[in-house]
């Protein structure tokens, strides 16, 4: 469910989407030019593959219904199984069957219909910023992040939505056991708010370095000065480590609030009275789906400000 965006002053065109940075685009400087579209905005590009790109959401969808019923299902086997019962074992099995269903075929099916719209991207964004003039160098730089645009679709998109069904759709399943557990769930949720913006902000500022260090990358190899060569690359893995070490950074701060919440709602599910096994089994599983929701934000946020980069250096093409 990554890359960043490509910095730059002069010329900024209008971007995809809300990722939106208005300004005359380049090709607006050449007559010749005007008939080319050349790349996408981010909502024509859904409006182009509208049917593919719903059908395989369509799919992850239907997939995480299921997988948000798991929990639920398993306790109900506990509960019945304990009792001498066997409906509730019949309920898992086709959830089971449901969840892998659906999982497998969306998995066939997206690769397919994102693989197709890369191919015709690429080939859009070469021949118009051949056609404006543009470096060889950064056409080569900018064919590559412009797979971020379909990773969007791909891959941002779908995360996000599990992040919703996994933070939300747990939230709701929780309440019908015990609404303190979700009170203190929810109580996660202002510090991961806080936590989360700090991080996106330092994320933006270090995928944009990393950009401009593989912007140039063409051109090193193309040198082929062991030295500048050794320094290229150097530079590239320290922008890489520094990345990773926000998300790591924010990842700890997050684990320090969660363990919070697991201690506190195990305390209170425990304590209920009449609290069969299969329901604090079940709880404890919602509350583990969510807290992996949760951990799954700032990968997120990183996409989206690597995205937004993306954007900003493929429409910079006057740079």
């Known amino acids: 469910m990554s890359g960043t965006i490509i910095g730059g002053t002069a010329g900024r065109a209008r971007g995809p989407g809300r990722f939106s940075r208005g300004a005359a685009t380049a090709a607006e400087s050449s007559a010749d030019n005007s008939d080319d579209a050349g790349v996408p905005q981010l909502d024509e590009l859904f409006s182009q593959n509208r049917g593919p790109i719903l059908g395989t959401y369509s799919l992850f969808v239907f997939e995480n219904l299921f997988r948000l019923a798991q929990p639920f299902a398993l306790g109900w086997a506990i509960n019945d199984l304990l009792a001498g019962r066997m409906m509730g074992l019949w309920v898992l099995v086709a959830q089971h069957v449901l969840f892998m269903t659906f999982g497998l075929w969306r998995q066939v099916v997206d690769t397919r219909v994102f693989s197709r719209i890369y191919s015709r991207l690429a080939t859009s964004l070469i021949v118009d910023q051949r056609k404006q003039g543009v470096e060889e160098s950064r056409i080569a730089a900018r064919s590559a992040l412009s797979r971020e645009y379909v990773d969007f679709f791909e891959k941002t998109i779908p995360t996000s939505v599990q992040v919703a069904f996994s933070v939300v759709g747990s939230l709701i399943m929780l309440g019908f056991y015990d609404w303190v557990v979700v009170l203190l769930c929810i109580g996660l949720l202002g510090p991961a708010a806080w936590l989360n913006r700090i991080f996106a902000r330092k994320t933006r500022q270090l995928s944009r370095k990393l950009h401009d260090q593989l912007e140039n990358e063409f051109d090193v190899i ?32 997050m684990e320090a609030f969660v363990l919070g919440v697991i201690i506190l709602a195990l305390i209170r599910t425990c304590g209920l009275p009449f609290v069969e096994a299969g329901d604090i089994f079940a709880v404890f599983r919602y509350l583990m789906v969510l807290l992996m929701g949760v951990d799954q934000i700032p990968r997120v946020v990183m996409q989206l400000s690597r995205m937004r980069d993306v954007d900003d250096r493929i429409r910079n093409v006057a740079e």
């Open 222 to 253: 193309r040198n082929a000065d062991k030295g500048g060569v050794e320094e290229h690359f150097s530079k590239v893995a320290g922008w890489r480590v520094r990345l990773s070490n926000a998300e790591a950074l924010n990842f700890g701060a």
